[in-house]
């Protein structure tokens, strides 16, 4: 079975450019997620989508950050225009189950990531 | 903000020995997950304890978890240099139709052949 898979691994760009990752969750999967690593530190979310619907965006920075997950499977999220400070792993998640109250079974499987360095 | 903070922040051993982690959280939780990340890879989750347990088995690893005083850790037992890698403990914090899982800082285990 093929893991969570993101494109490209790796993105140098310069400040106030633009710039946009992709990821293709685990077949089936209808939770997907994007979070941010700097490094040293533990990933944080930025978007939680169940389908094709985003139900948790709260720590996206939505006046340069965008993410979209059209038809509920591939997911891009998108930096325009990027900033110095905006140097760090993108990770992409998925799961399985849609998580219910009182359920705790949400294991996330992750891609290996984006290293974005803006110069 | 992270709610979950590992101790130690780096932890450098000898093959063979044990790797003792230490996860402190703050709010109460539904779940406590564990992850391992290798240098330049994604995340690999490792185990989950629920609210309601307090031991969890799983080949060479032991997870303990005290509500009371909420922590958790994590034993790597007879360690090996492919143990070698970030370990990260995760949070299930769920309030009404909110579903978060916060991750902590990490420990950084080296482990010398």
């Known amino acids: 079975e093929a893991g969570v898979v993101q494109s490209p691994r790796y993105k140098i760009i310069e400040k106030k450019q633009p710039v946009a990752f992709w990821c293709n969750p685990i077949s089936g999967h209808n939770t997907l997620y994007w979070y941010l690593q700097n490094l040293g530190q533990g990933p944080e979310l930025l978007i939680r989508?169940?389908?094709?619907?985003?139900?948790?965006d709260s720590q996206l920075p939505k006046d340069r950050f965008s993410a979209e997950r059209l038809k509920g499977v591939d997911s891009t999220l998108k930096i325009q225009p990027a900033e110095l400070g905006d140097s760090a792993v993108y990770l992409c998640?998925?799961?399985?189950?849609?998580?219910?109250?009182?359920?705790?079974?949400?294991?996330?499987?992750f891609g290996p990531g984006t290293r974005l360095t803006v110069l | 903000s992270q709610q979950g903070e590992e101790d130690p922040q780096a932890l450098s051993i000898q093959e063979g020995e044990n790797a003792t982690m230490n996860c402190s959280y703050k709010?109460?939780?539904?779940?406590l997950q564990w992850y391992r990340q290798n240098s330049g890879r994604g995340l690999v989750h490792l185990i989950l304890?629920?609210?309601?347990?307090r031991e969890k088995h799983s080949g060479r690893l032991r997870v303990t978890l005290d509500t009371s005083k909420k922590s958790s850790s994590l034993l790597i037992t007879a360690s090996r240099a492919a143990d070698t890698a970030s370990y990260f403990c995760?949070?299930?914090?769920?309030?009404?139709?909110?579903?978060?899982?916060?991750f902590g800082k990490g420990t950084l285990l080296t482990v010398n052949p």
């Open positions: 989508y169940e389908n094709e619907e985003a139900v948790d």
């Open positions: 998640a998925s799961s399985s189950l849609v998580p219910q109250l009182g359920e705790s079974t949400d294991t996330q499987y």
């Open positions: 995760a949070t299930d914090v769920r309030g009404g139709s909110n579903y978060k899982l916060t």
């Open positions: 304890i629920r609210s309601n347990e």
């Open positions: 709010t109460s939780i539904n779940n």
